[in-house]
């Protein structure tokens, strides 16, 4: 039962102290036994098994040694579950930065890229403590789903050379256009050893995803080709040839290459890694929280970005960010807070000092073959599938998202889309407003017989504690979509139905319907009825377009007959006006 003094704490404005609290220390002190430490014990070996490859490959594949992969995920990771706002947020390099870790090395080299992390660490910094991390939502769902899908296919593309075991007569080029043509004539050099290891890999990840979900696939697929590789002798390019295997320890750590004039040649690509480092993170904590029924606190997730790209980048990784597919692995795995990810660090660690040695006999097919199913699983394809059907509006911000993303800029892309997204929100908005010539505003005051369908007030609906109704009003699009946090949130406390009424809702947006479906999908794993009332039809037509149908909510009409519904009571008649 809610008391008094917890109603007074939710109203205060929290401190400074309480924002920027790392989840370690709200984790210990809601009590840590030995039991939540087995249970981080198991999370952190299984994430950390995940990531062994995952980081090595990530790393080659943005033109740099694999062991600053693992440092990136032994440093940043450690650093991200040691202040981080998440419970449950592994960090390490992630795909999603590829293209702009590739582009950086080409034009300004290793100690480029190393600035430029540094830099983006301290703007992670800066933009946590002056709470900037709240506006990171306010980027539109198609926007999102845009540029991860641009992603997702030039890391595909990157990976073609290595799939195929192509040789190249010079240097690969950075642009898609050019490096499509490029690896095209490279075709008859194809090596068919390194093909098959590559099919080899891919086939084993599908078919453990299939076969034994719980079992760690793409370590299996990668040490299996490696062994394939050595006892058979294959003549294949391997981690060996191409960089003679990775050092056994962590480097000491050192300040990269500094001068004023390197600091403004590299300061685009660090607003690049800060906007999509701070992008990244924030959806992957919203993964957990939706998985968990948790909060995470944002703005400190920022600050704990930031302090893992510094360290990163003192040790020479590359850039850190909450990694959503590891995450989601480590809540998965049952992990109870962010010992789990110190733990996978740890244990990360653990394997560079002791079996280091045996990273030289992988080959590069193998890790290829490991991005080629990132890829694959980060394009959304049904989501870009329902994008592209709910509007003409969102397929035109997700094509000009993906399309700059791909053929020009991640951070054009970002800017494009979201400029787009606005102007198409100002025109539903002016489409969308009607004039009324008697009660135009909904607050006017009303005469009691002017509502035909009143019925007497009932206390109980307004205190029975197993049915929650919220009502949202106005606009509800992508600057608005974080309001259902809350419903989220209560949600958590288990009630028997919840109730959303959206008659005051005159026009929905493509974030807000994709928020709608988390919430409904988060309802009925929690055995929660779902309601939707008064939706009118453009708002309905939106959100059946995103997946919000039977079964899994409820549409009603009225509100009053989803309450009684919920309820399990007829529902009531309407009465004639009061006295």
Request: with cysteine; proline share 5%.
């Amino acid at each position: 039962m809610e008391t008094t003094a917890t109603r007074d704490t939710r109203r205060r404005k929290p401190t400074f102290a309480e924002l920027y609290t790392p989840k370690l220390v709200t984790v210990l002190r809601e009590g840590y036994d030995f039991g939540a430490l087995r249970a981080d014990l198991v999370a952190g070996l299984t994430v950390a098994i995940v990531a062994l490859p995952l980081s090595m490959a990530i790393a080659i594949a943005s033109g740099a040694p694999p062991e600053r992969g693992l440092i990136t995920a032994i440093v940043g990771g450690f650093l991200i579950s040691l202040l981080g706002g998440s419970r449950f947020q592994i960090g390490g390099p992630a795909g999603a930065f590829i293209v702009l870790v590739a582009a950086t090395v080409e034009r300004h080299g290793i100690d480029g890229m190393l600035l430029a992390t540094l830099m983006a660490g301290v703007m992670l910094t800066a933009m946590g403590f002056l709470r900037l991390g709240t506006y990171i939502k306010f980027i539109p769902y198609p926007v999102t789903v845009g540029f991860t899908a641009g992603i997702a296919v030039i890391i595909f593309a990157s990976q073609i050379k290595d799939l195929l075991g192509l040789t190249l007569d010079g240097k690969e080029p950075g642009e898609f256009l050019d490096k499509i043509i490029v690896l095209g004539e490279a075709l008859p050099t194809t090596n068919f050893f390194a093909l098959g290891a590559a099919l080899l890999t891919i086939a084993i990840i599908i078919g453990l995803r299939a076969w034994r979900p719980t079992w760690p696939g793409m370590l299996i697929a990668v040490a299996v080709a490696s062994a394939a590789t050595a006892l058979l002798q294959l003549p294949i390019e391997t981690i060996g040839t191409r960089f003679g295997g990775i050092p056994s320890s962590l480097p000491l750590p050192q300040l990269p290459a500094f001068s004023l004039e390197k600091v403004q040649a590299v300061l685009p690509a660090a607003m690049s890694f800060a906007l999509l480092g701070a992008i990244e993170s924030l959806l992957s904590a919203v993964v957990a929280d939706g998985m968990t029924g948790r909060r995470h606190r944002s703005n400190c997730e920022l600050v704990a970005q930031g302090a893992a790209n510094i360290g990163s980048a003192l040790f020479g990784g590359v850039c850190a960010t909450g990694t959503i597919a590891r995450t989601a692995t480590n809540v998965r795995a049952g992990a109870r807070g962010p010992i789990a990810g110190i733990l996978h660090s740890a244990f990360l660690l653990v394997f560079i000092l002791v079996a280091a040695p045996l990273a030289s006999f992988i080959p590069l097919a193998a890790l290829a073959g490991v991005l080629a199913v990132v890829a694959w699983n980060m394009a959304e394809r049904r989501a870009l599938v329902r994008l592209a059907r709910s509007s003409r509006g969102d397929a035109v911000v997700l094509a000009a998202t993906f399309l700059l993303t791909v053929f020009r800029d991640l951070t054009q892309g970002i800017i494009v889309g979201f400029a787009i997204a606005a102007l198409l929100f100002i025109h539903r908005m002016s489409v969308g407003t009607g004039v009324e010539l008697q009660g135009a505003s909904g607050l006017d005051d009303k005469a009691d017989d002017a509502n035909g369908d009143r019925v007497p007030y009932d206390s109980a609906v307004a205190t029975d504690p197993d049915v929650l109704v919220y009502r949202i009003t106005g606009a509800f699009f992508f600057g608005a979509a974080s309001t259902v946090d809350m419903i989220l949130e209560r949600i958590g406390g288990r009630p028997k139905s919840v109730v959303v009424d959206l008659s005051g809702v005159p026009l929905l947006d493509s974030t807000a319907a994709n928020s709608m479906a988390g919430l409904a999908a988060g309802a009925r794993k929690n055995g929660v009825r779902f309601f939707i009332t008064g939706a009118s039809v453009p708002v309905r037509q939106m959100l059946l377009a995103h997946g919000v149908k039977e079964p899994l909510v409820h549409y009603r009409g009225k509100l009053a007959e989803a309450i009684a519904e919920a309820r399990e009571v007829p529902a009531p008649a309407p009465v004639a006006a009061a006295s």
